[in-house]
């Protein structure tokens, strides 16, 4: 669920739309992966098992993307 959530994230980012860039959408995209990448950061070392680790770094690692590539 939250690799989803994240993909619809992106898919308003990247939307392609010149006009969905200008709205308060991409706005709260943008500032809510940032908000997420924090969590992520903090929770990351109190990871209790492997497969959890796996996913969080996974997930940090897609919204670092996500955010590197449209801040360009």
């Known amino acids: 669920m939250q690799k989803s959530y994240i993909a619809n994230l992106n898919d308003i980012i990247f939307s392609g739309n010149p006009d969905e860039v200008e709205t308060d959408a991409y706005s709260v995209a943008r500032a809510d992966l940032g908000l ?32 590197a590539i449209k801040s360009d």
């Open 36 to 67: 997420l990448a924090k969590e992520v950061n903090i929770a990351l070392p109190r990871a209790g098992d492997n497969l959890t680790r796996y996913h969080l770094e996974d997930i940090a690692a897609r919204i670092k993307k996500a955010l």
